[in-house]
């Protein structure tokens, strides 16, 4: 009995080793048709999907499909119809994650609010109206968090600047309120002041921020945009 489940045992094993290397055999045909075909565009991943018998293509940040013959390219979102589930989403959210313990927090400016238990990292824009408006219509009423605030510089020239004399400040914290939420400019910042302005752009080229307000938590994941106070809290509620 023990004898006949060890050669089923090794019999799945050697399954599975099959399979996997009919898969990695079929990926790297695929992957070479598909950058024939498309002009030599680098390929990050190929993945068959456990869906419709179709592969996932990423090239960067972005998600395509297509079939084992590479003949077909579908650009969209895949949804599970029995749960409403956004495959593809979910699939993107998972590749954008980060290691929140990693971030240079030495880069950011802190604050804390009562408890400081939820923690959350902001990269902003000084000139972004998004960034405005959820620091005045959400953050404003969160309680219990400990915010890390990266000013980061994507809209403008002179959001550098306005980054560099709020961060050359006396109180950075305050001159940062002061300026998104009551719209009272910094005092320009004194000499040989320098800011990691050009620090925190890399970094956040490199986790592929592409707007702002981007926000970040503890379990990796991010939210995108000026989400009002019910979305903030239903995702901390996520996070465990």
């Given at each position: 009995m023990k004898m006949s489940k060890l050669v089923l045992a090794m019999a799945s094993v050697m399954l599975m080793s099959c399979a996997d290397a009919q898969n990695a055999k079929e990926e790297a045909q695929l992957r070479?048709?598909?950058t024939e075909r498309l002009g030599g565009v680098k390929i990050d991943s190929i993945i068959k999907t456990q869906y419709a018998d179709l592969y996932e293509i990423r090239v960067g940040s972005e998600?395509?499909?297509t079939d084992k013959t590479g003949s077909i390219m579908v650009a969209g979102h895949i949804f599970d119809l029995k749960t409403s589930q956004d495959l593809t989403q979910a699939r993107i959210d998972d590749l954008n994650k980060i290691k929140f313990d990693d971030l240079p927090k030495e880069?950011?400016?802190k604050t804390v609010k009562g408890n400081g238990k939820r923690v959350m990292a902001i990269f902003e824009d000084p000139n972004c109206g998004y960034c405005k408006r959820f620091r005045q219509n959400t953050l404003a009423n969160?309680?219990?968090v400990t915010v890390y605030t990266f000013l980061y510089n994507i809209l403008t020239p002179e959001s550098a600047t306005k980054s560099q004399n709020i961060w050359c400040s006396a109180d950075r914290n305050k001159a940062w309120d002061d300026w998104m939420l009551n719209g009272k400019a910094p005092a320009p910042a004194p000499a040989g002041c320098t800011s990691p302005n050009d620090k925190v752009l890399a970094l956040g080229q490199k986790i592929n921020i592409n707007g702002t307000p981007a926000i970040f938590f503890a379990d990796g994941s991010r939210i995108a945009g000026a989400v009002d106070?019910?979305?903030l809290?239903?995702?901390f509620a996520t996070i465990k």
């Open positions: 070479k048709v598909l998600i395509r499909y880069l950011a400016m969160v309680d219990n106070q019910r979305t809290e239903a995702k």
